[in-house]
């Protein structure tokens, strides 16, 4: 079933974009917070946690930081604010060997995980062996240290064909990426504001949208 994320941590977009109905959840990082002005280790989680909820999203991804003991306390309690907020707060970890091993810790607890920074297809089978719910390919950067991106998502697919480890394409610069990539069998991707925009806007339908309204309109008297 095919599920779309809206990847950005800015409040604005979350009420522009979640109220069309088309995104399962929404996916942060702290590289998209630092765009935006914030320090990560001061952003008001349960305020953001209880604005995707009350915005309709399923999940907020939120990605874990500082060293293991800040880690493993971050995760349990953003896991903690979902738990109260009738939300799932996916907990994001980069694919390192510290965050491979955090990983089985924080499945303890309950909470779903995401590995994080998938470059390379080898990075699947670690993601499939920690029984991890989710994983990020970044599919454009990929492309950006010079790797066979779509070669990388065909091998990738194959192998989430028969593990329960679900690939969120990550990365993603336009619209025209997604289609491709999606025809390879992949069903599950995090896009920027933009790239939604670009993926939700047609010029044709557009135009026929306003020819439609114009004959709404039209009186023959």
């Not at 994320?5 to 009420?15: C, G, I, N, Q, R």
């Not at 946690?49 to 999940?59: D, F, H, N, Q, T």
């Not at 990605?63 to 996916?90: M, P, T, W």
Request: charged share 25%; net charge neutral; hydrophobic share 45%.
């Amino acid at each position: 079933m095919l599920r779309l994320y809206l990847d950005t941590a800015d409040p604005v977009d979350w009420e522009d974009l979640m109220p069309t109905g088309a995104f399962y959840g929404i996916t942060t990082n702290p590289l998209l917070t630092k765009r935006l002005g914030l320090n990560y280790s001061e952003i008001c989680w349960p305020e953001m946690v209880s604005k995707a909820a009350a915005l309709g999203a399923k999940e907020l991804h939120i990605q874990i930081y500082g060293d293991a003991n800040k880690a493993l306390s971050f995760a349990e309690h953003v896991y903690g604010l979902g738990r109260s907020s009738d939300i799932e707060c996916v907990i994001k970890i980069p694919l390192t060997f510290k965050g491979i091993s955090l990983a089985p810790k924080i499945k303890e607890f309950g909470a779903k995980i995401l590995m994080t920074a998938c470059y390379e297809p080898k990075q699947m089978i670690t993601a499939c062996a920690l029984k991890a719910d989710y994983v990020a390919p970044y599919f454009g950067r990929m492309m950006d240290a010079g790797l066979d991106a779509m070669a990388n998502m065909k091998i990738i697919e194959k192998i989430a064909r028969k593990n329960k480890c679900i690939p969120v394409i990550a990365s993603l610069r336009n619209a025209k990426q997604i289609l491709e990539i999606a025809e390879i069998g992949h069903d599950c991707f995090t896009i920027s504001p933009e790239v939604a925009r670009d993926l939700f806007n047609s010029k044709l339908t557009d135009g026929a949208a306003i020819a439609f309204e114009e004959a709404a309109m039209w009186d023959n008297k």
